[in-house]
């Protein structure tokens, strides 16, 4: 049995450093993490091809059956501490809908999914990025078996084939989690601005958003598995789901539910933190941080260069390997 502690991933000073900068310039979408892969550009394109493909084979229906069921064993283990607020909310939801979340940690997807389940919404998908699918052994073969549905910076792809998934799925009345704030912030509690593509979707299927918060505490006890860090507990806060507006048109809700959905956020961070969200940046904003002063000199986030910019390469037309 793993636990969201074993994803801290060893030495998190230079990570909350890169955290304060980035937060003190304004800039809330960086990628803030050291050490990630740096894969070229047809690298990840293949990627992602290599995945559908395998999506529409008899392999992966049998392992997709087992890694769901293990998948939501872990999720009721990881949060058998958490509390939900708002299930209601998901529950009167009847339609496909997409939700979003603030992303702090690599597993607190189990959170939002299980408060889902905990709604009676059973499956759900969760939107990946591409190099998540290089990890290897037993958490590999989770994030390659489990619904996952792969992004990556391809043109084509994200024209066509991308959105053609992500129809499919909400046609069949299932949840897609995806993360507007793109990179994580590990520990941040803060909601950050959203990036339009998860209101995209949303606008253009005419389906709602269900905005999700997760409060994080700190505990006070110390973390076994790191020096850096406390152990802590989450609160998941399922918020008023956003509908589009039939009189608007694609573009327009879009902006509109992009704009709710950070607003109810924000409304939701003030109440159970106590303070603004214009705050100056303090180390109590990494939930669980022990470790002091992290301002040494920021290290390289692999911040986006060419190879990590939009690929243009033709993205094969696989038929739809989400539809079942």
Known sequence: MYSRHMFIGGIKRPVIANIEKAHNDGRFNDRVEIHDPVIHKEDRTQLTLNHLRYVRTFRYRINNRVARSLYNIFGWWNNRTTQFVGLENARKVKTGAIITSNHFNPLENLTVLQGMRRAGHLRNYVVSEDSNFLMQGFIGFMMKNIDT????????????????????????????????????????????????????????????????????????????????????????????????????????????????????????????????????????????????????????????????????????????????
């Open 149 to 324: 549905v792969p992004i990556t910076k391809s043109h084509d792809y994200l024209s066509h084939q991308f959105p053609a998934i992500i129809r499919q799925i909400l046609a069949h009345k299932r949840f897609i989690l995806i993360y507007p704030e793109e990179q994580m912030w590990f520990n941040y509690r803060r909601p950050r601005p959203n990036k339009h593509g998860a209101f995209d979707y949303a606008a253009e299927f005419g389906v709602p958003i269900i905005p999700c918060f997760t409060e994080i505490i700190d505990t006070g006890k110390p973390d076994k598995e790191t020096t850096e860090f406390n152990k802590v507990r989450y609160v998941l806060h399922i918020l008023d789901p956003i509908y589009p507006d039939p009189s608007l048109s694609v573009a327009q809700n879009s902006e509109m539910m992009r704009q709710k959905d950070y607003e109810q956020k924000v409304a939701c961070y003030e109440s159970v933190y106590g303070k603004s969200i214009d705050a100056p940046f303090s180390l109590d904003d990494i939930a669980g941080w022990t470790a002091g002063d992290p301002s040494i000199e920021p290290q390289d986030s692999n911040a986006e260069d060419s190879n990590d910019k939009d690929s243009n390469d033709k993205v094969d037309n696989l038929a739809n390997p989400f539809a079942a």
